[in-house]
């Protein structure tokens, strides 16, 4: 147990930091598992904006130090590659 003030000011901060950044990455996880639903089961629009409203979320949290930004970029990077695919088999399925 802490015994000086500075430490149990810092206990406080550390737990109001914790459940704050938990919020913000249960907002990141819930939005790529969107991302990944309309991805599977949605149209190329559906899934277009749903990667556009995760990428901004990544972004936040990247600058925000929540989710490293590296770690940010590359799920970014993974989801465009899955839109860029499902606007390819959209592409090549009228044609077939």
Same mark, same amino acid.
């Given at each position: ?30 939005? &790529?598992?969107? =991302? ?18 995760? =990428? ?18 590359? @799920?970014?990077?993974?989801?465009? @590659?899955? &839109? ?13």
């Amino acid at each position: 147990m802490a015994h000086s003030l500075s430490a149990k000011k810092r206990i406080r901060q550390n737990s109001k930091r914790r459940a704050i950044n938990r919020a913000r990455r249960s907002t990141v996880r819930s939005k &790529l598992r969107d =991302c990944q639903e309309q991805v599977l089961h949605g149209t190329v629009d559906a899934a277009e904006k749903a990667i556009r409203a995760a =990428c901004l979320v990544l972004d936040r949290e990247g600058s925000r130090n929540t989710v490293h930004r590296n770690a940010a970029a590359r @799920r970014k990077s993974r989801l465009m @590659r899955k &839109l860029n695919e499902l606007k390819q088999r959209a592409a090549a399925a009228p044609s077939a």
